[in-house]
């Protein structure tokens, strides 16, 4: 079963299994996590594998990372939903602590990277029917389906 579910979302580095470890946990907020943790991939990559590559950091570390980040992120977005606080915010700690061989100005670039995946990942949520974050608890069947 495990591995038909690998195949269904190609070979990317992310997957949705990284998302829910129990079938209850296949929730609407973990997809999210788990596209923004695709945002937070490509966005680094795109702007950043070159000069990651020269602190030995590669593709796997930068897909890791982008997952644990999104994880991190979960806590925040459920801060700003019940109103305990008005703005999301992305910690330069966060970074500094996953990588921290990184110099401050490579932490800022990425933190300005995963600022933009945020924003245009919640640009692509606000046209989405499927409602993720305002329907956080519901059962996702896109664990299920595949992208």
């Excluded at 915010?89 to 500094?96: A, R």
């Excluded at 600022?115 to 989405?128: M, N, T």
């Amino acid at each position: 079963m495990e591995e038909e579910e690998e195949d269904k979302f190609g070979d990317d580095l992310i997957k949705p299994t990284s998302f829910y470890s129990a079938e209850h946990e296949k929730t609407k907020l973990n997809w999210f996590c788990y596209e923004v943790a695709l945002s937070f991939e490509l966005e680094i990559k795109h702007k950043l594998e070159e000069k990651l590559k020269r602190y030995r950091i590669y593709e796997e570390q930068i897909a890791d990372f982008s997952i644990y980040c999104a994880k991190q992120m979960k806590g925040i977005i459920l801060q700003k939903l019940s109103g305990e606080i008005e703005t999301v915010y992305f910690s330069y700690d966060m970074v500094e602590a996953y990588f921290p061989k990184l110099s401050d100005q490579m932490v800022n670039k990425m933190l300005d990277a995963i600022a933009k995946a945020w924003d245009e990942q919640l640009s692509v949520c606000e046209i989405c029917p499927t409602r993720c974050v305002s329907e956080k608890d519901v059962y996702c069947t896109m664990f299920d389906e595949g992208p």
